[in-house]
């Protein structure tokens, strides 16, 4: 009798040994797998990913997808004065205006581009670029902060020439640029011959200003405002 309560006695503690052996690896188990849940669940994006176009002019839209044509290199910074619709929109995002507007606007209207189809080159080329501080979040630019705006979009070989004003709303900033007189060779082989005083690559930025500061730039081929 004795000897069948010690084997009861051993039977249950082997029963519970295995229980707890059971529980402990059932719970080692969880615990591994609640660390790989954890590691996944925070790998999220990364501060690139999140990022979003936003320039001082206004914020960009999606960029318009590269269908396997050729776009050719900027000669500004960002998109500009120069430069070819297709890369534009690489930065700028998609044309906001229909095509037989004749003007092209770019996030939310605070950047606005006139194009033209060279003769020599035959690439569809920005002739002339508007700033419009007025339709962004701050209307009104110090001339410091509208020339640095400026400087994005003008090529960047840019040489200043003169300044000078039109009247008490305006100021011209003239410019000669290699870069562009090969980009817009055929525009300004028609300009010099109806222009004698024009010259390849000239090009202006007009600051439009009033009381309180300069709410528009301008930048176009040639050099005549």
Request: net charge negative.
């Amino acid at each position: 009798m004795e000897f069948h309560k010690k084997r009861l006695l051993i039977m249950a503690g082997c029963i519970a040994l295995s229980v707890t052996l059971t529980s402990c690896a059932e719970s080692t188990k969880e615990n591994k797998d609640s660390d790989v849940v954890e590691k996944i669940s925070t790998v999220g994006s990364t501060p690139a990913d999140e990022a979003t176009t936003d320039t001082e002019s206004g914020k960009a839209t999606e960029p318009v997808k590269n269908k396997g044509t050729t776009i050719e290199p900027l000669i500004t910074k960002t998109g500009g004065l120069g430069d070819t619709k297709e890369a534009i929109e690489q930065l700028r995002g998609a044309d906001e205006n229909g095509q037989d507007v004749g003007i092209s606007s770019y996030q939310n209207n605070s950047f606005l581009a006139i194009y033209a189809q060279d003769e020599v080159t035959k690439k569809n080329t920005a002739l002339n670029v508007t700033l419009s501080f007025e339709a962004t979040d701050t209307p009104r630019r110090s001339e410091k902060e509208a020339m640095r705006e400026a400087s994005s979009v003008i090529p960047s070989d840019a040489a200043k020439i003169k300044e000078y004003k039109i009247d008490e709303g305006r100021e011209v900033i003239q410019y000669e640029s290699k870069l562009l007189s090969e980009r817009l060779r055929g525009w300004y082989d028609l300009d010099v011959a109806s222009n004698p005083k024009s010259k390849s690559g000239a090009f202006i930025v007009i600051l439009k200003h009033d009381e309180e500061g300069i709410f528009s730039v301008v930048v176009g081929a040639g050099n005549n405002p």
